[in-house]
């Protein structure tokens, strides 16, 4: 694993799930000295300095900015314009920048609209790929990206030596890094996360609809229904976001997605067992040969 020195100040904006796994991620590789979180719920603060995920509560932007090396962007993606336009003006020229959300093109909108050039010299946009279906900063956990997937979208301006600083910061938490540009991630992201994440919601609310007493269609359902919609579970407000955010390409997807659909049913129409066989066998072997060779 490759080597960094440590962040004296590291600020957080969002202290929940993922800001709260990256703090304690650093904690545990020993590379941040002190950590100032910003949030909306004063409650889930105070957790966070109980838990010792962050170091303090910032009492204002100014001083939370103050000499800060890095500021992790942790907050639902629906948030981030407003907030860099906010945190712009008590950006240092060298402080690095780097978020997590789960969309990129909007970023990269929003920093070039908000961040001035300096600071986006020193802009990373990130997307690590891991999470659960809980929240808040009482869910995070100091392993949550170990062998998990980060995704980094430079902007053609970002400094090479910020993105490599960056990198090394996700490696040391466990995490395999990967660059590519921001709308190669969105549509990739679009077919993996955001339409199985709308899928989970949908057949929730479809169990929901198709009966006056859901309650007794879910008594009988297994493990492999409760493994389905488990990311059903997910934020609201997060993933209300994210798929306002990939609007177009998560459009996309659906259309593809009901064209599966629709070849399902005609064959189902049809009777053709032999076919939904192939169908079946063929799909299974995709996933078999994906976790075989998966990380």
Same mark, same amino acid.
């Not at 500021?71 to 978020?99: K, N, R």
């Not at 990373?124 to 949550?144: R, W």
């Not at 006056?212 to 976001?241: C, K, Q, V, Y």
């Given at each position: 694993?490759?080597?960094?020195?440590?962040?004296?100040?590291?600020?957080?904006?969002?202290?929940?799930?993922?800001?709260?796994?990256?703090?304690?991620?650093?904690?545990? +590789?020993?590379?941040?000295?002190?950590?100032?979180?910003?949030?909306?719920?004063?409650?889930?603060?105070?957790?966070?300095?109980?838990?010792?995920?962050?170091?303090?509560?910032?009492?204002?932007?100014?001083?939370?900015?103050?000499?800060?090396?890095?500021?992790?962007?942790?907050?639902?993606?629906?948030?981030?314009?407003?907030?860099?336009?906010?945190?712009?003006?008590?950006?240092?020229?060298?402080?690095?920048?780097?978020?997590?959300?789960?969309?990129?093109?909007?970023?990269?909108?929003?920093?070039?609209?908000?961040?001035?050039?300096?600071?986006?010299?020193?802009?990373?946009?990130?997307?690590?790929?891991?999470?659960?279906?809980?929240?808040?900063?009482?869910?995070?956990? +100091?392993?949550?990206?170990?062998?998990?997937?980060?995704?980094?979208?430079?902007?053609?301006?970002?400094?090479?030596?910020?993105?490599?600083?960056?990198?090394?910061?996700?490696?040391?938490?466990? +995490?395999?890094?990967?660059?590519?540009?921001?709308?190669?991630?969105?549509?990739?992201?679009?077919?993996?996360?955001?339409?199985?994440?709308?899928? +989970?919601?949908?057949?929730?609310?479809?169990?929901?609809?198709?009966?006056?007493?859901?309650?007794?269609?879910?008594?009988?359902?297994?493990?492999?229904?409760?493994?389905?919609?488990?990311?059903?579970?997910?934020?609201?407000?997060?993933? #209300?976001?994210?798929?306002?955010?990939? #609007?177009?390409?998560?459009?996309?997807?659906?259309?593809?997605?009901?064209?599966?659909?629709?070849?399902?049913?005609?064959?189902?129409?049809?009777?053709?067992?032999?076919?939904?066989?192939?169908?079946?066998?063929?799909?299974?072997?995709?996933?078999?040969?994906?976790?075989?060779?998966?990380?």
């Amino acid at each position: 694993m490759t080597t960094t020195s440590a962040l004296n100040k590291l600020v957080i904006i969002g202290v929940g799930l993922i800001g709260g796994s990256f703090a304690l991620a650093l904690r545990k +590789a020993g590379l941040v000295k002190h950590i100032t979180g910003i949030g909306r719920s004063q409650t889930n603060m105070q957790r966070a300095v109980e838990l010792g995920v962050i170091d303090e509560i910032a009492s204002d932007t100014a001083s939370a900015l103050h000499h800060a090396d890095l500021v992790f962007l942790a907050m639902p993606v629906g948030q981030t314009a407003a907030t860099m336009e906010h945190i712009a003006p008590y950006l240092h020229a060298h402080t690095l920048i780097t978020d997590a959300g789960s969309t990129k093109q909007d970023v990269v909108t929003a920093a070039r609209h908000y961040l001035p050039l300096q600071n986006r010299h020193h802009f990373i946009p990130g997307h690590p790929i891991a999470g659960a279906e809980y929240s808040g900063v009482q869910a995070a956990q +100091a392993d949550l990206y170990a062998h998990k997937h980060v995704i980094l979208t430079p902007l053609p301006e970002t400094g090479t030596e910020a993105v490599e600083r960056v990198q090394h910061l996700w490696q040391a938490c466990g +995490a395999n890094v990967s660059l590519m540009p921001a709308d190669e991630h969105d549509r990739v992201l679009a077919t993996t996360s955001h339409l199985p994440h709308l899928l +989970a919601f949908t057949l929730m609310n479809h169990l929901n609809h198709s009966t006056d007493h859901p309650e007794n269609l879910l008594r009988f359902a297994g493990s492999g229904f409760r493994d389905f919609t488990r990311i059903a579970s997910s934020s609201p407000e997060m993933w #209300r976001d994210i798929c306002l955010a990939n #609007r177009e390409a998560l459009l996309e997807q659906i259309e593809a997605y009901q064209t599966e659909l629709n070849s399902l049913r005609g064959l189902l129409k049809q009777n053709n067992g032999e076919a939904l066989e192939q169908d079946f066998s063929k799909a299974r072997k995709i996933r078999e040969n994906w976790i075989k060779n998966k990380n």
